[in-house]
């Protein structure tokens, strides 16, 4: 993984990040914490708004709060005129403390209630992408008693198969997602959703950990396709996020942010000559900028069976449990004789495992591992189940400090 390994390299045998020894962040912190290169995600911003230029297109870059919400790195990416894909009120809340203008806010989701609703009104924020027609005569309502216009979008429910893990797939019927384009035209026509809402944008997402590009060119097909027989003055088509990043550095398999952004651009500039576009990168912009390092806690064996207890788990990282998915694991000492091993922490479960059959160096208490590529629905998605505690996230700025956040 080029993200990673390009920063992360073994001097003397200890682990570093660039020349960081991560030994001495093990021994002043507790463990687990989140470590967060701050240099990573503004790369990984920054080759969105660059593809975008290149591929000719107007863009704003509304990153999914969903996949990391951290208040220091929201800000650093606010600085760079970075917009939100939000879908609930604390997200809201979190996008406005970090600075980034609410006319760049897009508010997602299936259960917005009256609270969220108003909240998004108050901020004025770019748009609610509403997913049903319900939705919408709540909106209505709640702007005709503010006596308010509240612009917002739909979300187009394509109808087609994403190539993911099932329960990260929202374009099919069958999903909860989004408005059927039969549903949109016919609200279209129904005056009494319109006294105070107006309709400014189209909005598709279909999934995510994307690692095919075929449905979402279908998806973006199927929302020009509709944005054109609505003949409606649109002020952006929002063409959602989702795309894959390569966990496993033996199966690079994931499209290029670059071949991402082409195909959209290729796609939309052969429907429309001038029309923005709205990205929802969550994944793609902070999976690789983040690191979960556990220490140590005991080794034991039972049979032909070896297990590396650390005190980790999955109330802290829930992906390889809650997916299944694969997270390439580093031990903090490098060795030419390595051992076969399950990796598992605490949690009364038997799912606390964060990999299995590992080939690691022997490690002993108070050694520690680096699971790459956590800064994506890491933290966000982290509990105090067995009543642990959250791991404190840290950050590795531009200028290498580290700062809590």
Known sequence: MEEFNKFINYKDKKIHFKDLDLSDLVRKYKTPFYLYSEEIILDNLNRYLKASTTSGITSTICFALKSNNNLELLRSMAKKSCGADIVSSGELTR????????KKIVFSGVGKTREDIELGIKYKILSFNVESISELRMINSISKSLNVETDIAFRLNPKVHAITH???STGF???KFGLLKDDILMAMKDESLWSHCKLIGLSVHIGSQLLSLDATKEAIH????LAKQLDHDLKFLDVGGGLGVDYNPLEKVAPSIESYVQSISTITKSYFNDMHI????????????GFLLSKVIRSKTSEECSFLIVDGGMND????S???????????IKSDTLIETDIVGPICETADCFGEKRSLPSLKE???????????????MSSHYNMRSKPIEYIVTIDNDIITA
């Open 95 to 102: 996008a406005i403390e970090a600075g980034i203008d609410p």
């Open 166 to 168: 099932k329960h990260i």
């Open 173 to 175: 019927k069958t999903h």
């Open 222 to 225: 199927e929302l020009c396709k």
């Open 278 to 289: 709205l990205f929802e990168p969550g994944r793609s912009i902070s999976a690789s900028a």
């Open 317 to 320: 990282f829930v992906r390889p």
């Open 322 to 332: 809650l997916y299944g998915a694969y997270h390439e694991i580093y031990a903090s």
């Open 366 to 380: 108070d050694d520690f591992i680096v699971i790459s590529h956590t800064g994506a629905y890491g933290h966000t």
